[in-house]
């Protein structure tokens, strides 16, 4: 069983920058593939960034592309989310999650893809 803690969350301002991580315990997170995931209120959970077990395959969602970079230190045991020029829509909690197996290109978006989550950590940016 592998459980994640999300920390990193709080509120800035619009134009500002957050660094979120995400710590595993129980387990090593060097051999999953790794996903950001966030939730607004009233809206469905989607897809915001996600990592090959080895960094050298990153997705990324349209909507933060060129703003958040999803980086992992295995050493660690942590994954980040760097989130700049941040802007009132990205407002939502913020999932890291774990999938077991390989990280597919045609499937690295979709929640159901992952194992294991986080609890969350709030991100509210404000304009």
């Known amino acids: 069983q592998v459980q994640l803690v999300e920390s990193g969350g709080g509120l800035v301002q619009a134009g500002g920058s957050l660094r979120l991580s995400c710590s595993a315990s129980?387990?090593?997170?060097?051999?999953?593939?790794m996903g950001w995931f966030r939730q607004a209120p009233g809206k469905e959970r989607e897809f915001v960034a996600a990592?090959?077990?080895?960094?050298?395959?990153?997705y990324y969602a349209d909507s933060v592309k060129g703003r958040f970079t999803i980086s992992r230190d295995n050493a660690k045991n942590t994954v980040y989310l760097q989130m700049n020029s941040l802007k009132p829509e990205d407002t939502a909690l913020y999932y890291c999650?774990?999938?077991?197996?390989?990280?597919?290109?045609?499937?690295?978006?979709?929640?159901?893809?992952?194992?294991?989550w986080g609890q969350g950590t709030q991100v509210t940016v404000s304009s």
């Open positions: 999650a774990a999938k077991v197996g390989i990280l597919r290109r045609t499937t690295h978006q979709g929640a159901f893809e992952y194992d294991y």
């Open positions: 129980g387990r090593t997170l060097s051999s999953y593939p």
């Open positions: 990592i090959s077990w080895n960094g050298l395959t990153i």
